[in-house]
């Protein structure tokens, strides 16, 4: 017994075992269990893992029947974009980790809560916005970096001055969404301190359904204009093709996207009544064979009900955020060293945003990979649909110029960052087909 103090008693395995059954019976955690396997199990079943992509001798042959010069155009344009993204991304995730795995990011909480009398919602709304935009702003200048490279390679048409507005409503839309986000969370611990994160869990996937459904319709008029397509043989094909296809879609509409760059793509996005194709403008100068083809892509989307699947899994894995928020908040020794003293703290904001910038980084792979999955189900699709594998090749190889793709990136870089197969692949699959 040194300075007359009696040893604790040791450890013993029935103890720690107790312990172990003891942290397994919170309700928080049984919850992360259920809907990580859930999520698990939806992924499992609804995401198209059966396709493949080509193997690498087919894909290396797809390269080879492309231009030369356009093939190391497109690998010239991607390199001179990684540093600046790749440091970027670096310093967004080094910001939000210094802020909040330090007592300072709970110090600017409390300052922003200060001039309203240190009111939760002021700290909860204002602090933890402003702890979120100190990690967004510090990437402006790569931000401007890449936009002088978009002009100095022809890819973008916007001025200054327009870049900046759609840079100012981006931000906007961030700053509205982590508002209300940040509003309820913390609103939710004061008037359900020990099942917040129940009703977090159910609202955060409410939150995520109504934001796809409305998200065309009140994001996306935000950045663009909408038309719908005119009429014409081309519309008429599209309409003719759509109902062939099962799919309803009542407008196909056209995005002023000319404004802004000089890439060309089309897109489904919406739920139900707001579900929408749409196509860039610049992709109507391309010959109507290739516009049917991009479409006939998106009706795979939609014909497979991807964005409904998309839409599921990121409502259950925000559901599963928020649960895992309540299950990391009893690290009570973690939260002391931050600045905070209670996960139900306003000022532990700047905490949560830390560990949800640090997952979704470590989450991008796969990500990225079930998106992958259902672009080649959609590729897969436009080929079946058309009939025409021929066009499919030249669309892509039109796509891969126009924009400036880079056909083959490294593997590794494609692995984690690409949402959608590379053009080797896309080719090589059409090829395929049309043996």
């Known amino acids: 017994m040194p300075n007359g103090r009696p040893h604790p008693p040791p450890v013993t395995w029935a103890d720690q075992n107790t312990l172990m059954a003891s942290t397994f019976r919170h309700p928080a ?36 029947s492309l231009s030369p010069d356009m093939v190391a155009a497109g690998k010239e344009f991607a390199a001179s974009l990684r540093p600046g993204s790749y440091i970027a991304m670096a310093l967004n995730l080094l910001v939000a980790l210094l802020l909040g795995l330090s007592p300072v990011g709970a110090r600017i909480i409390e300052w922003c809560g200060r001039p309203f009398g240190g009111h939760w919602l002021a700290e909860a709304v204002i602090g933890g ?6 990690a967004q702003l510090i990437t402006l200048p790569f931000s401007a970096w890449r936009y002088t490279l978009l002009v100095e390679y022809g890819m ?21 969404t982590a508002a ?50 005119a009429d014409g043989p081309l519309r008429t094909e599209l309409m003719e093709m759509a109902e062939r296809d099962g799919v309803p879609v009542t407008e196909v509409l056209v995005s002023d996207a ?41 009706l795979g989307h939609a014909k497979a009900g991807d964005v409904w699947i998309g839409t599921g899994l990121g409502a259950i894995a925000v559901a599963a955020a928020a649960v895992g928020i309540a299950v990391v908040g009893g690290a009570g020794g973690l939260l002391r060293r931050v600045g905070v003293d209670d996960i139900t703290s306003p000022r532990s904001a700047a ?52 924009n400036l793709s880079d056909v083959d990136p490294p593997r590794l870089l494609h692995w984690w960052f690409g949402s959608h197969p590379s053009t080797a692949e896309r080719i090589a699959m059409a090829e395929e087909a049309r043996s």
Not at 129 to 134: E, I, R, S
Not at 353 to 374: D, E, H, I, K, Y
Not at 381 to 388: F, I, K, N, Q, S
């Open 29 to 64: 955690t049984v919850a992360l269990i259920v809907l990580l396997a859930l999520l698990t199990v939806v992924a499992l079943f609804l995401v198209p893992w059966s396709v493949q992509a080509p193997d690498r001798t087919a894909q290396e042959a797809a390269v080879a």
């Open 129 to 134: 916005v402003t702890v979120l935009m100190a």
């Open 156 to 176: 973008s048409n916007q001025t200054w001055g327009a870049w900046a507005v759609t840079v100012a409503k981006s931000y906007g839309v961030t700053i509205v």
């Open 180 to 229: 209300i986000m940040l509003a309820g969370l913390y609103g939710l611990m004061r008037v359900a301190p020990r099942l917040w994160w129940a009703f977090a869990a159910i609202g955060g996937a409410l939150l995520v359904i109504v934001m796809s459904a409305v998200y065309p319709l009140v994001v996306e008029p935000l950045f663009s204009d909408f038309t719908p397509m």
């Open 258 to 298: 000319s404004v802004r760059t000089n890439a060309v793509n089309a897109y489904v996005s919406g739920l139900g009544p707001t579900r929408r194709i749409v196509v860039y403008d610049n992709l109507l100068a391309s010959p109507d064979d290739e516009v049917v083809s991009v479409v006939a892509h998106e």
């Open 351 to 402: 905490f949560l945003l830390a560990v949800v910038a640090l997952v979704g980084l470590l989450a991008t792979p796969v990500q990225n990979l079930v998106s992958r999955q259902m672009e080649m189900r959609a590729d897969e699709h436009a080929v079946e649909l058309t009939g025409d594998p021929d066009t499919f090749i030249r669309m892509q190889t039109s796509l891969a110029e126009k």
